[in-house]
């Protein structure tokens, strides 16, 4: 279960790569479930990550593209070619339980303490 002195890492896809940005004070909450459906099981794992607004002011996220990871690495993800984003990304799998952002959006609304990001994935 989530803290909320949690760090996060997520790997931005922007026009140069991946970029790597690290938020502290984050709180997250990773649900592992399954569903039985008619072709069998099938994994419905879920993320909710809330990152304070007074960490970061502006994030974007590009759904389906950018990872995340709890905690921090020092892992790189190499965007020379695609081939060493791919290897760099297989690598961060191997020693991370990285997930893919699906959405995020500003909630600001209340006192600006309790503003806030939601990102969620899988």
Known sequence: MGKQTEKVTIFHLGSNGYEKSVY???FWDE??????KKSGLASVDSLYVSIPYSV??????NKGKDYIIQGETLLEIDNTSEKTQSTSIK????NHNLLTLSAGSLKN?????????E???K
């Open 31 to 36: 649900d592992q479930a399954t569903a039985i």
């Open 91 to 94: 690598e961060l799998k191997a």
């Open 56 to 61: 970061v002011q502006s994030l974007e996220i």
């Open 24 to 26: 502290a004070k984050c």
């Open 109 to 117: 609304h209340g006192s600006k303490r309790m503003w806030h990001w």
């Open 119 to 121: 990102l969620s994935g």
